[in-house]
């Protein structure tokens, strides 16, 4: 295979491969909880593993660009819809766990915890940031603003992502574990200084 040049069968191909990839952690929770397989605390892996898949899934939708000037493949720009939005399902995901599991749909107390802790303030931005790039994400809403208006609304990932980096760090330094976000953090870092170093260059 050519992978600098996908004929639309390929790249067929590869988009559902990458979708049903991309559903496999989900299924993963759907299946330990069906067979009680979650762990000593099911609700932290839960609401850890989709907080997790939410920032794989962004940063994998910040690489899309970095990869594709470097190998000339092109036809990653294809993915990056995808990858955007299985973020926004994650996040929402990783939010109805904390909405569910730790204040049973109670909105008023809900809304206390966010205002009250910081890494959840930070967290539930991110979401509510999120929910607009994923209302504008269709070709029509791309026709509809403008591609210009488009783009300039869709940077608003560039906040997002960090943003979600310190709400996973404040969120393991509570637990004395910090290795995991600092390394998400270099990555993010890289990712946006790949990007920032090419507009500079040209």
């Known amino acids: 295979m050519n992978l600098r040049n996908l004929s639309q069968k390929q790249l067929t191909f590869v988009r559902l491969t ?17 067979h009680e397989d979650l762990g000593a605390n099911p609700i932290e892996f839960i609401t850890r593993n989709t907080g997790d898949w939410t ?13 594709r000037h470097a190998l000339q493949w092109h036809w990653l720009i294809r993915l990056r819809r995808m990858l955007g939005l299985y973020g926004f399902f994650y996040a929402c995901l990783h939010f109805l766990c904390f909405l569910w599991f730790d204040h049973f749909f109670d909105w ?19 979401l509510v940031l999120l929910l607009p790039l994923a209302l504008t994400s269709s ?34 330094a509570g637990k004395n574990n910090v290795w995991q976000p600092i390394l998400s953090g270099l990555l993010v870092g890289l990712l946006l200084g790949a990007r920032a170093w090419r507009r500079w260059r040209n």
């Open 18 to 34: 990458v979708f049903v990839l991309m559903l496999v952690p989900a299924f993963r929770l759907l299946w330990a909880g069906m």
């Open 55 to 67: 920032l794989y899934a962004l940063c994998m939708t910040l690489a899309i660009t970095p990869l």
């Open 108 to 126: 008023e107390e809900m809304w206390r915890d966010v205002l009250k802790r910081p890494f959840i303030t930070v967290g539930f931005v991110c």
């Open 139 to 172: 070709h029509a809403m791309i026709r509809r603003l403008g591609g210009k208006q488009w783009q300039v609304l869709h940077r608003l990932v560039y906040v997002i992502v960090p943003l979600g980096v310190l709400h996973y760090f404040w969120m393991k």
